[in-house]
């Protein structure tokens, strides 16, 4: 394969510039620019120049595909904006109606021990209501439990720390509890275009 500098000084001749001088300007180009690696068979500069190729389009196709999802996201936030505002619409309506009916509903009368009325368009009435549970301040609570109150107003969740056993287990083999195991994964291929800007 012949390389940019020999061809870029093909004028010059065998007797100015020997192929010592040719390795050491390449040398020197290589140290600013990121040059691609010489072939040493027309087999590797033949797939070289196709992983090139496939390069260059993988680049072109990623970049469509990012401004897909550029579009497709401006799209979702335009639906997500016109549902909030139907949804914010509908929400409305619906309190005014519920406030309306609450209201009529206070000019009815129910029986001694019902408190609801089934009417021609469904049912109204009102439902007991569990107490609100209203805690100021947890640590305080907690405190109190484990000095004297009840053990079972705390809850304790034991979990497995996942990256400190990947450390016990990466410490050496003799380190392998039981259910579990490292497993060795094969190296993953990536491609990753030179991106031009």
């Given at each position: 394969m012949i390389s940019p500098s020999s061809v870029a000084l093909e004028g010059i001749g065998e007797s100015a510039i020997d192929h010592d001088d040719d390795r050491i300007v390449r040398d020197e180009i290589t140290e600013h620019f990121d040059l691609p690696e010489l072939a040493d068979t027309m087999e590797e500069a033949t797939a070289r120049a196709t992983a090139s190729t496939f390069l260059y389009v993988l680049d072109k196709i990623q970049g469509e595909r990012a401004a897909n999802e550029a579009e497709y996201?401006?799209?979702?936030?335009?639906?997500?904006?016109?549902?909030?505002?139907?949804?914010?619409?509908?929400?409305?309506?619906?309190?005014?109606?519920?406030?309306?009916?609450?209201?009529?509903?206070?000019?009815?009368?129910?029986?001694?021990?019902?408190?609801?009325?089934?009417?021609?368009?469904?049912?109204?009435?009102?439902?007991?209501?569990?107490?609100?549970?209203?805690?100021?301040?947890?640590?305080?609570?907690?405190?109190?439990?484990?000095?004297?109150?009840?053990?079972?107003?705390?809850?304790?969740?034991?979990?497995?720390?996942?990256?400190?056993?990947?450390?016990y287990m990466e410490s050496g083999p003799q380190y392998s509890p039981p259910g579990a195991e490292l497993k060795q994964r094969p190296d993953v291929f990536f491609a990753k275009p030179t991106r031009k800007e």
């Open positions: 996201r401006t799209l979702l936030r335009y639906q997500a904006e016109r549902h909030a505002a139907r949804q914010a619409s509908i929400d409305r309506q619906i309190a005014y109606l519920t406030d309306q009916l609450e209201t009529l509903f206070g000019f009815m009368r129910t029986g001694p021990k019902k408190k609801s009325l089934n009417l021609l368009g469904g049912q109204l009435g009102k439902r007991k209501q569990a107490d609100e549970l209203v805690v100021e301040d947890d640590d305080r609570i907690i405190e109190w439990v484990k000095a004297a109150g009840p053990r079972r107003l705390l809850r304790t969740k034991v979990e497995l720390s996942r990256a400190e056993l990947r450390k």
